[in-house]
Structures are given as structure tokens and as C-alpha cells.
């Protein structure tokens, strides 16, 4: 979700913490690993996967029980419980409550998939969802130019999530869709961009401190320190974990893991 959206309204929406919650909870993710993953998977937001030495169980599987009657409570305290004649809620200024979601389609069907059954999950709370499929250099264009209410891609960090912590920390410039802004503002040192909230500060201040460690076990401790900040802000919405692929290779090729 894109904490800095340009339309003020939208992003005061997205920086509520209860909508983020409520959204995250109207997900029925067993239904979607069912129809779309044929079973492969379990709920997940995202961070380590649990046998990894760096994992978090808040961060990994916060407000993944499907729960729309919650959803709806936490809506309406929220601020958002008038509705439409369609039964749709509204914005503080009178709009309908809608997102606009990108993805690349080609590459990813089963994300336009996945997204047709949030679609529908999310209507039951009274949240529109308009599903586009676009072509790669369209999805990153709008993204860079910080044109979008939310983006979907995959959250990286299986082996070692240290190398590309993009979905913790605001840090790279076409992948940390949740806050571009605050990514250029990282980059040029203040100069660019936007200032983050207090939490991604701090966090990428532990990402500079982390960077220079030399101990590996103090590294890693800031890390999580990194990723407990990260699952108290709750800034990404995750579907499941990767399930486990399969690989034909030959019998005299090296270096490949058994499993």
C-alpha cells in the first residue's frame, strides 16, 4: 500500500493502521491457496519463513485468520462505516472507498487470480477493488512516478533476507512500492523525495548501523530489531508463502541442492 499517495485523502486512509488490519483480515487466504495455489502454501504476510534463523512470528503471520466480521468493526471505528446506495463505504470526502491495483499479468496470471477472489472478499466489507493487468514497463512507470494505490509482487528474502530487505525498509527505488518517496529521501541523503514516519527512520538508521557491523551475530541482531519495527507497522499485505517448486536438471550438473 503506498503510505505516501499523492491524492491526501488516500493517504491519510492508508496510514490508518485499523484499515490496514481490517483489510489484511477480509483475505481469505485458505481460499485463495486452495483455487489458485491447488493447496500449495500456507498464510503468510511476509518476512523469513519460520526455519530461518532471522524469523519473526508477528511479522510472518499477524492478522492472517480470515475474520470479515472484524474487518467490518475495525472499518467503521476506523471512520469509514457510512456507505453507498451499493453498499460501499465512503472516503472522508465523499468518495467511494476504492483501490486501483496494478500487476503484470503476462508474468503472473495467478496474481490477477488471487486478486479477483480479494475482489470479491473485499466487496463483503464494502471496499471496491479495480484490477488492471498491465504490461511490465507500464507497472514500473506508474510506480516510479508514484501513481498507485497499491502494487503486487513477490517479498524476497527466503535464503538471506538481509540482501534485498526492500519490503521492511524503504530502499529500493522500483521495488519499495510502499513508499517510493521515502526511498529517494534515503537516497539523496534528505535531499529528494519525502521524510518518513519516525519508525522508518529508525529503521533505516539500523540499516546504516547494520551495514557497517562486522559481528555477525550483532548484525543480525539488528536486523530484527529492523524487522519487529517492521511487523508493528504493518505496511505490506502478504498472501501466502512460496510453496516449495520443482526442477528438472541433468544427472552430471553440479552445485545443485537436493531439495
Do not use: C
Amino acid at each position: 500500500f503506498n503510505h505516501t499517495h499523492k491524492d491526501p485523502v488516500m493517504r491519510e486512509m492508508i496510514r490508518n493502521k485499523m484499515v490496514r488490519e481490517a483489510l489484511s483480515l477480509a483475505i481469505d487466504r485458505e481460499e485463495i491457496i486452495d483455487i489458485v495455489y491447488q493447496g500449495q502454501g500456507e498464510p503468510w504476510q511476509i518476512g523469513p519463513r519460520p526455519d530461518h534463523v532471522l524469523y519473526n512470528e508477528q511479522l510472518g503471520t499477524q492478522y492472517t485468520d480470515y475474520d470479515p466480521d472484524r474487518a467490518n468493526e475495525l472499518l467503521d471505528e476506523a471512520g469509514y462505516a457510512e456507505r453507498d446506495d451499493d453498499g460501499y463505504r465512503l472516503l472522508s470526502d465523499g468518495r467511494r472507498f476504492t483501490f486501483n491495483v496494478q500487476y503484470t499479468g503476462i508474468e503472473q496470471p495467478d496474481w490477477g487470480d488471487s486478486l479477483e477472489i480479494i475482489s470479491e472478499q473485499w466487496e463483503d466489507i464494502g471496499v471496491e477493488l479495480n484490477i488492471s493487468s498491465v504490461e511490465r514497463s507500464i507497472y514500473y512507470s506508474r510506480g516510479e512516478a508514484n501513481e498507485h494505490d497499491f502494487m503486487v509482487w513477490g517479498a524476497p528474502g527466503g535464503l538471506d533476507p538481509t540482501l534485498s530487505p526492500r519490503d521492511v525498509l524503504a530502499v529500493h527505488p522500483q521495488a519499495s512500492w510502499f513508499a517510493i518517496p521515502w526511498t529517494r529521501w534515503y537516497l539523496s541523503g534528505g535531499v529528494d523525495g519525502e521524510e518518513p514516519t519516525e519508525s522508518m527512520k529508525k529503521r533505516l538508521e539500523l540499516y546504516d548501523a547494520f551495514k557497517k557491523e562486522a559481528d555477525q551475530e550483532k548484525a543480525l541482531d539488528i536486523f530484527r530489531e529492523i524487522h519487529q519495527m517492521a511487523a508493528e507497522e504493518l505496511e505490506i499485505i502478504g498472501i501466502s508463502l512460496a510453496p516449495n517448486l520443482v526442477g528438472v536438471v541433468k544427472k552430471d550438473l553440479g552445485n545443485v541442492p537436493p531439495s
